[in-house]
C-alpha cells in the first residue's frame, strides 16, 4: 500500500489524470460509449455500470484518476463480482486496440500495455485479498502474456511477486490466530477453582506497568488492523447480494479478518473482567482495577481507542460492576473521566472530538509514536453500515449512486492511513503470548466468580447463583470465598 491515501476527494486532476467524458457547457447529463454519465459541479454523481466501467479502462491518452480508482474498485462488489471486473476491463483495453490487423493491433496493445499494468498494480496493490481467486490469478498470467516489452514485463512480475507475498503473510496471519484462539479456548483446571486460581498467574505478575501493557496492547491492535483489507468494509453489505451463491470469492473468507478484530475487542473485554473477579482478595481485585484505568489511560494518550473501549466494556460488565465492596477501595476520578470521553451519548460526540484531534496530531507528527490512530473499530463499522443503509445504491433510473461510493471510499482511506503505521513500541513476548492466549471466563463464570467474590445481595442474585451452581458443580469449590467477607 502507498504511504498515502488513494482517496483524494471527488473531483479530478488537470492533464491525463483528469476523468474523461467531462459534462459540456451546455448540459450536466452527458452520453458516453457505454452510458450515461451525469456530473455535478464537476464531480461525478452517477453513471451506469457500464459507463462506470468504461471509465476505469485506460486508454494511450487516459488514465483513471487515482481517487476515481480506488472509489470503484471498493466498492464495485456490490454490483459484480472482482473477477467479472477484471475480465471485462481487460478485454475493453485490448479491444479497444483492435483495428483487424494483427500486426498493427500488437502495436497498438503495447502503447497501451504500461497503464494496464499501472492500473493492475493499484488493484493488487490495494485489494490484493481478490486476487485468493484463481481466476483472478489467471487473468493475471494472461496479461502477462500479451505484454511484450521488457519494462512491462519486469513491472508484471514484480507486481506479482509482492502479490503472492502479501497473500502468504495473511495465509499466516490466519493460521497463527486460529491456532492462538485453540490455545485460549482450553479450560486448565486453574480456572475451575477459585481457591486453584490463586496460584495461577495475573496480568500483575506478568506485567506491571501500565504504559508499557498499553504499548503491548496498540501492537496486537495494528498487527491484526493490518490485515483487515479495506473491501471486508464492503463485502459486509454484500452478503445480501445475489453475488453471495457464487462460488470461490464470496463465499471464502468475505470478512474474516475483519470479524477477527472484533473477536479481539471481545476477548480483551473478557479479560479485563476475568482479572478483576479471579482474585480471592478485595484488596487484590481492587489493585486490578486500579491498574487497567491507569492502562486505559494510556491507550488514550497514545491514540489506542479501540483497546481503550474494550478495557471500559470489561470493567462495565455487570459481574464486575456489582463488586461494590471491591470498588469503594478504588478512586474512581480517573475512570469516571476516561467513561465521558467514551460516552455513547450524541453519537459519542466526545470520542469523536478525540478521534479528531488524534488525527491531526497523526497527520502534523514528528514521531512514530504520534501517527497512532486506531479508532474504536465496533463504531467505525456502525458508521460505514449506516452510510450504505442510508441511501440507495442505485436511483431510479438505474444508475449507480456515484456520490454514494464516494463517502464510502472516504470512510474507509481513512481507516488505510491508519492502519499502515508501524508500532514503534518494543515487543514483549511473553506479555504479548499472555494478552492472546491466556483463558478467559465466559459470561456465565464471570457471574460465579462475582458472586463469590462478593456474595448475592438479593433474591435475584441469590437464584441466579444458585441456577449458575447446577450448571456449573465444580464452582462448588469456591463457596468459601465470599463467606470470609472478601
Known amino acids: 500500500m502507498p504511504p498515502t491515501t488513494p482517496y483524494a476527494g471527488n473531483g479530478s486532476s488537470g492533464g491525463e489524470q483528469s476523468c474523461r467524458n467531462k459534462p459540456r457547457p451546455y448540459g450536466q447529463d452527458i452520453t458516453a460509449s457505454y452510458g450515461e454519465m451525469c456530473y455535478h459541479n ?103 502474456h500479451h505484454v511484450a516489452r521488457g519494462d ?87 452478503m ?77 460488565m455487570s459481574p464486575v460492576a456489582r463488586l461494590k465492596k471491591t470498588w469503594n477501595k478504588v478512586n474512581t476520578d480517573k475512570f469516571e473521566i476516561l467513561e465521558h470521553q467514551m460516552d455513547p451519548s450524541s453519537n459519542f460526540s466526545n470520542y469523536r472530538t478525540a478521534l479528531r484531534g488524534a488525527t491531526q496530531r497523526s497527520e502534523t507528527a514528528h514521531s512514530s509514536q504520534e501517527k497512532i490512530v486506531i479508532p474504536f473499530f465496533s463504531l467505525l463499522i456502525k458508521d460505514i453500515y449506516f452510510l450504505n443503509e442510508g441511501c440507495a445504491s442505485r436511483l431510479s433510473n438505474g444508475h449507480i449512486n456515484f456520490e454514494k461510493l464516494w463517502d464510502l471510499a472516504k470512510q474507509v482511506s481513512e481507516f488505510l492511513v491508519w492502519r499502515q503505521v508501524i508500532c514503534p513500541f518494543d515487543r514483549d513476548r511473553r506479555i504479548l503470548q499472555y494478552l492472546v492466549t491466556t483463558p478467559i471466563f465466559t459470561e456465565d463464570e464471570l457471574h460465579l466468580a462475582s458472586y463469590e467474590s462478593e456474595g448475592p445481595e438479593n433474591n435475584m442474585e441469590k437464584d441466579s447463583r444458585k441456577s449458575l451452581r447446577w450448571v456449573w458443580p465444580w464452582a462448588s469449590n469456591w463457596g468459601w470465598a465470599w463467606r470470609e467477607g472478601n
Open 42 to 144: 464537476n464531480s461525478l454523481v452517477s453513471a451506469s455500470l457500464e459507463a462506470l466501467i468504461q471509465h476505469l479502462v485506460p486508454t494511450v491518452d487516459y488514465y483513471p484518476d487515482r481517487s476515481y480508482v480506488f472509489t470503484f474498485l471498493l466498492s464495485s462488489r456490490l454490483f459484480l463480482h472482482p473477477y467479472e471486473l477484471m475480465t471485462r476491463v481487460c478485454h475493453l483495453c485490448v479491444e479497444q486496440q483492435w483495428c483487424g490487423d494483427a500486426l498493427l493491433d500488437k502495436i497498438r496493445f503495447r502503447e497501451v500495455a504500461p497503464k494496464l499494468v499501472q492500473l493492475l498494480t493499484e488493484w493488487t496493490e490495494t485489494f490484493p485479498y481478490d486476487f485468493r481467486d484463481d481466476r483472478m490469478m489467471r487473468c493475471l498470467k494472461d496479461v502477462s
Open 240 to 316: 445480501k447480494d445475489p453475488l453471495e451463491n457464487n462460488k470461490g470469492f464470496f463465499r471464502k473468507r468475505k470478512t474474516s479478518n475483519l470479524e477477527a478484530y472484533i473477536n479481539w475487542f471481545n476477548r480483551l473485554s473478557y479479560l479485563v473482567a476475568t482479572e478483576i473477579c479471579m482474585p480471592v482478595k478485595k484488596k487484590q481485585r481492587a489493585r486490578i482495577i486500579e491498574f487497567f484505568i491507569d492502562v486505559a489511560q494510556e491507550c488514550f494518550n497514545i491514540g489506542n481507542f479501540n483497546s481503550l473501549m474494550a478495557i471500559i466494556t470489561g470493567m462495565n
Open 152 to 238: 512491462e514485463v519486469r513491472a508484471m512480475q514484480q507486481m506479482t511477486q509482492r502479490l503472492i507475498k502479501r497473500l502468504s503473510a495473511l495465509g499466516q496471519y490466519e493460521e497463527a490466530v486460529a491456532a492462538l484462539n485453540a490455545m485460549a479456548i482450553e479450560r486448565p483446571a486453574s480456572l475451575k477453582s477459585k481457591q486453584a486460581s490463586s496460584q495461577r498467574s495475573d496480568i500483575l505478575s506478568v506485567c506491571d506497568e501500565p504504559f508499557f501493557l498499553a504499548q503491548q496492547l496498540t501492537h496486537i491492535e495494528l498487527d491484526r488492523l493490518s490485515f483487515i483489507g479495506p473491501e471486508e468494509f464492503i463485502q459486509t453489505f454484500a
